[in-house]
C-alpha cells in the first residue's frame, strides 16, 4: 500500500464536465462522428498547450477478434496537424478551418476504422519484434530508428469510455488512468447523449505541463470545434 501511495501521490487528476453539447448534437444535429470530433478538440489543445504536434495514443478495440484487445489510432495524422495549424494561423480564413477540419475528421474516421478490422499497425509490429526476440533473431533496424522511438512517445494518451456501465451518470464517478510518461498527458472521457465528461491526468514533476490549464484548453477548443460546424449546418440550412 505504501509504495501505491508513493507512485499514485504526484499524479495529478481533473475531471470536467462539457455541457454544451453531447452525442444528440454531434451526431445528430451536426453529422459527425463524435468520437472524432473530440479527437479534434483534444490535437488543437495539445498543440495549443505545447505549441508543437505531439505522438497521440487512442484505444481501438479489437474485440471482435478471438482474442481481440486493442489497436492504436494514431491521431496526430498529417490532416489533423494541418487543421491545428489552421485554427492557430490568424490569418486563415473560417473557410479553410472548416475544409481542414472536415479533412482530419475524415482521415481520423477511416483510420478509426481500419484499426477496429484488425488493420492497424503497431500491434503487428509489436508482433513481429516479440516474434524475432523469441527466435533469437537480431533487432530489426527500424525498432532501432530514431524516426520509431519518436512515433512510440506519446505525449497525448487518450481513450474513449463511452460504454455503458462505465459513464459517470451510470457509475456515480468518472473513469481515468495516469500520464504514461512523466511529461504527458492522459485523457478519458465518455461522450453521452446531452455532455461529455472530460478526466485529465499529469504529472506532478512534469515541467510544461498541468492539468488543469490542459482541461481548461480542452473546453475551448471543443467550443470553437463545435462553432466550426454549427456555422457550417447553419450555412446549409439557409440555403435550402
Not at 490569418?91 to 475528421?105: I, K, N, Q
Not at 523469441?134 to 530489426?140: H, V, Y
Request: proline content about 2%.
Amino acid at each position: 500500500l505504501d509504495a501505491f501511495r508513493r507512485h499514485t501521490a504526484p499524479i495529478r487528476i481533473v475531471n470536467v464536465i462539457y455541457s454544451r453539447a453531447g452525442r444528440k448534437t454531434i451526431r445528430g444535429r451536426l453529422g459527425v462522428q463524435a468520437d472524432s470530433l473530440v479527437q479534434m478538440a483534444l490535437q488543437l489543445a495539445q498543440r495549443r498547450d505545447q505549441h508543437q504536434v505531439v505522438a497521440t495514443y487512442e484505444t481501438a478495440t479489437t474485440r471482435r477478434f478471438l482474442h481481440g484487445r486493442t489497436e492504436t489510432i494514431r491521431v496526430c495524422s498529417s490532416a489533423a496537424a494541418a487543421f491545428t495549424a489552421k485554427m492557430l494561423d490568424e490569418r486563415s480564413s473560417e473557410d479553410e478551418r472548416c475544409a481542414a477540419l472536415r479533412l482530419a475528421l475524415a482521415e481520423h474516421g477511416e483510420w478509426t476504422k481500419l484499426c477496429l478490422s484488425g488493420m492497424g499497425i503497431d500491434r503487428h509490429l509489436m508482433a513481429l519484434r516479440l516474434a524475432a526476440a523469441c527466435a533469437g533473431m537480431p533487432t530489426a533496424d527500424i525498432f532501432t530508428d530514431g524516426a520509431y522511438a519518436l512515433s512510440a512517445d506519446f505525449g497525448l494518451s487518450t481513450s474513449n469510455m463511452s460504454t455503458p456501465g462505465a459513464a459517470p451518470h451510470a457509475s456515480g464517478g468518472a473513469g481515468g488512468f495516469a500520464p504514461p510518461t512523466l511529461h504527458s498527458y492522459g485523457v478519458c472521457y465518455s461522450i453521452m447523449d446531452e455532455c461529455i465528461s472530460i478526466t485529465v491526468s499529469s504529472h506532478a514533476e512534469s515541467h510544461g505541463r498541468d492539468n488543469e490549464r490542459f482541461a481548461a484548453a480542452i473546453m475551448q477548443a471543443i467550443d470553437e470545434v463545435l462553432a466550426l460546424l454549427e456555422k457550417v449546418s447553419q450555412e446549409g440550412r439557409s440555403k435550402l
